[in-house]
């Protein structure tokens, strides 16, 4: 099962998006999933983890402008992202995390943010 993002592109600095992203699997609702970036030259860094139940966590940095959900009807998780900076420019990955036997990452979607 290896997750699939969509959603990136490119956005003015103070704009929004929204990415999705899709795993497909019955057990879908108690996986745990993630979000990371990574951005030209830099390691990829966690941006926000979600359990199946919804319980959230986020990188400490993230906290604010980035929201994690998920829509377990449509096994289905978002990442909204507001208030944009050029600095939140970096390739977006969506993981698997949870249960281990799945870990696996998506392809990635770009996301440029233009001052």
């Known amino acids: 099962v290896q997750p699939v993002e969509s959603g990136g592109g490119l956005v003015q600095a103070g704009g929004s998006l929204r990415l999705s992203c899709a795993a497909s699997?019955?057990?879908?609702?108690?996986?745990?999933m993630g979000w990371y970036r990574q951005a030209p030259g830099q390691q990829r860094e966690l941006v926000a983890t979600i359990t199946g139940g919804g319980s959230t966590n986020y990188a400490d940095s993230k906290k604010g402008r980035f929201t994690i959900s998920r829509d377990n009807a449509k096994n289905t998780v978002y990442l909204q992202m507001d208030s944009l900076k050029p600095e939140d420019t970096a390739v977006y990955y969506c993981?698997?995390?949870?249960?281990?036997?799945?870990?696996?990452w998506g392809q990635g979607t770009q996301v440029t943010v233009s001052s």
């Open positions: 993981r698997i995390i949870s249960p281990s036997s799945f870990d696996s």
């Open positions: 699997g019955s057990i879908f609702r108690i996986m745990v």
